[in-house]
């Protein structure tokens, strides 16, 4: 039997590449989706071999496992939102080996899970956001005064940074979005930006006269500026790579340290940033569920209770009978 036992887990470990193979070439999922998701089939593979002495087998797996696996997730130190992805991930699996006719039904579809705690996003406000903005400037100048040659700073890294962090909040881009950015996506003329969003779903965004400017300034401190295909930010002035998420979350980091701020912030809180600063200047909701590129308008109705704070706040200070 242990040639069957092989046989099945080679089986099953060619349904889960699969699954992992669409994802990046026809679902389009970002690289975060990509690690999230074989992670939890991976993590769930291994609670069920020592379960069961046995490898899963996905296609024989029923309703009573998952609800097993729900309540060993239930007893350890899981956030509902930890328990959610995990789900996220067994329901997408299995609404690929549907697709492709390897099952009629998904044994995880009824199962009820925790309900996701509500947390509000956190933003940064309008001038902690310019304090930020300004931080990589700063800093050019700082390295430009405390330079101990006549050597002239190259100054590329430092306009780089400034054009990034102007371009996340000028369009509230998804990290992954702005690294995918090329040249050809930029129409100046116009003021917009072609977006690669999830899912290989395109959009075409607003972007303001200040990070255009800082683009361009970036740009022109290169030795050679990059043409159409090329990506808009670089990794580094001399090769042709694409900038990468970890390099603009470390840079971020220490850009707010500069500033005086929380440096744990994340880039997806600039994101948040932007979001509320629309609505709290009037902008409507729907605009910007398709400004930032959400498929449903509850994801976007979040920060809804943040504006709603505001206005609760403007209502004690101003009524006469608050």
């Not at 956030?79 to 039904?105: C, V």
């Not at 609760?312 to 200070?317: F, L, P, R, V, W």
Request: glycine share 4%.
């Amino acid at each position: 039997m242990p040639g069957r036992a092989a046989e099945t887990s080679e089986s099953e470990d060619a349904l889960v590449l699969s699954f992992l193979q669409h994802l990046q070439t026809e679902a389009g999922a970002s690289v975060y989706t990509q690690r999230n998701y074989r992670q939890a089939l991976g993590e769930f593979a291994r609670w069920h071999a020592a379960e069961n002495d046995a490898p899963p087998d996905w296609l024989a797996l029923k309703k009573l496992h998952f609800r097993a696996y729900l309540r060993f997730l239930g007893r350890g130190n899981y956030s509902r939102s930890a328990i959610q992805l995990r789900f996220s991930a067994l329901r997408s699996f299995y609404k690929h080996l549907m697709r492709r006719g390897k099952l009629d039904a998904s044994p995880v579809k009824e199962i009820t899970l925790p309900k996701k705690e509500k947390r509000l996003p956190q933003f940064l406000t309008p001038e902690q956001m310019l304090a930020l903005l300004e931080a990589p400037l700063r800093e050019l100048a700082s390295a430009r005064e405390h330079a101990e040659t006549d050597e002239p700073i190259d100054s590329s890294p430092y306009l780089r940074d400034a054009a990034i962090l102007e371009v996340i909040y000028s369009c509230g881009l998804r990290v992954a979005e702005l690294c995918a950015l090329r040249v050809l996506d930029l129409d100046p003329a116009e003021r917009l930006i072609r977006v690669h969003g999830k899912g290989k779903k395109e959009r075409q965004l607003p972007i303001g006269k200040p990070a255009l400017a800082a683009i361009d300034r970036y740009w022109t401190a290169l030795e050679h500026p990059p043409t159409r295909e090329m990506p808009v930010f670089l990794a580094n002035p001399h090769d042709l790579r694409p900038i990468y998420p970890r390099l603009i979350q470390l840079n971020l980091k220490h850009y707010l340290e500069i500033a005086g701020l929380d440096p744990s912030l994340t880039p997806h809180k600039l994101r948040h940033s932007y979001a509320t600063h629309l609505l709290n200047a009037g902008a409507d909701l729907r605009s910007v569920q398709e400004l930032l590129g959400h498929e449903n308008l509850v994801t976007t109705q979040v920060y809804t209770h943040l504006t709603t704070d505001r206005l609760k706040q403007a209502y004690d200070d101003a009524h006469p009978r608050a």
